[in-house]
Structures are given as structure tokens and as C-alpha cells.
């Protein structure tokens, strides 16, 4: 079972992605963080395998946010998933430690498929990266 942990200041995504990989097989969703202040203290107490990242957050950013966690967490893995597309993004996520980055959006699959990729250790970065 591949735990996740939702990062998203919108609760509209939270509740729509975690509706989705409730019923994804094989995923679970193990908490919810709503910015990058809260994400420390609720990774310590779920123990997620991945951590579905906004990057741009309140407080502190989803980059930020990543490199904290990683430092505590190493074994953790983050996917980015977020509406942003500046130029630079993708590589501060990789910077920051992050396994790979995925458009909001997007197809439901594609979330599904790029979660279970970067659970199994590989990366999950847009064609092209």
C-alpha cells in the first residue's frame, strides 16, 4: 500500500485528489496539509512514502517545505504537483530533492501512474525535463 500525503492549500484539490487515490488500488491517503508549516510535524506522524507537493504554498513554500522534510525524512519521497509552470520550477524541484513534477489538471491517470513511479524509487518529470 503506498501511503501519501496531500499538500495543497486549496481544499477543493485536497478533497478531489484524495477521493481519487481512496479509490485508487493499491494507495492510500494518510493525511492532509492544508500549508508548508504543517508539513514536518504530520509527516513525522503518518509516515507517508510519498508526499504530493503544492509548490507554491502559505507560509512555507513547497520547496522549502520539500528540502525540511528530506533532511528529516530521507526515505520520503516528493512528487510536486502544482498549476505552476514558470520557467526554472522543474529544476528548483529537482534541487529541492523532489523525484518528480506533475501538472495539475492533467489526466487522473497520469497523477496515478507518476505517484506509483515515484513510490518505487524511479523519477516522474514532464517529457523533456
Given at each position: ?65 520539500t528540502r525540511a522534510l528530506l533532511r528529516l525524512q530521507p526515505w520520503t519521497r516528493v512528487l510536486m504537483f502544482t498549476a505552476s509552470a514558470l520557467s526554472g520550477n522543474v529544476e ?38
Amino acid at each position: 500500500m503506498i501511503r501519501v500525503l496531500i499538500v495543497d492549500d486549496h481544499p477543493s484539490v485536497r478533497q478531489g485528489v484524495s477521493q481519487l487515490l481512496n479509490h485508487a488500488d493499491g494507495i492510500t491517503v494518510v493525511g492532509e496539509c492544508t500549508d508548508g508549516d504543517q508539513v514536518l510535524g504530520t509527516a513525522r506522524d503518518v509516515e507517508p512514502d510519498v508526499v504530493l507537493m503544492d509548490l507554491n504554498l502559505r507560509g512555507t513554500s513547497g520547496l522549502d517545505a520539500t528540502r525540511a522534510l528530506l533532511r528529516l525524512q530521507p526515505w520520503t519521497r516528493v512528487l510536486m504537483f502544482t498549476a505552476s509552470a514558470l520557467s526554472g520550477n522543474v529544476e528548483d524541484a529537482a534541487r529541492a530533492g523532489a523525484m518528480g513534477y506533475l501538472f495539475k489538471g492533467g489526466d487522473p491517470e497520469a497523477l496515478l501512474t507518476a505517484l506509483r513511479t515515484v513510490a518505487r524509487g524511479r523519477t516522474a518529470w514532464p517529457a523533456g525535463q
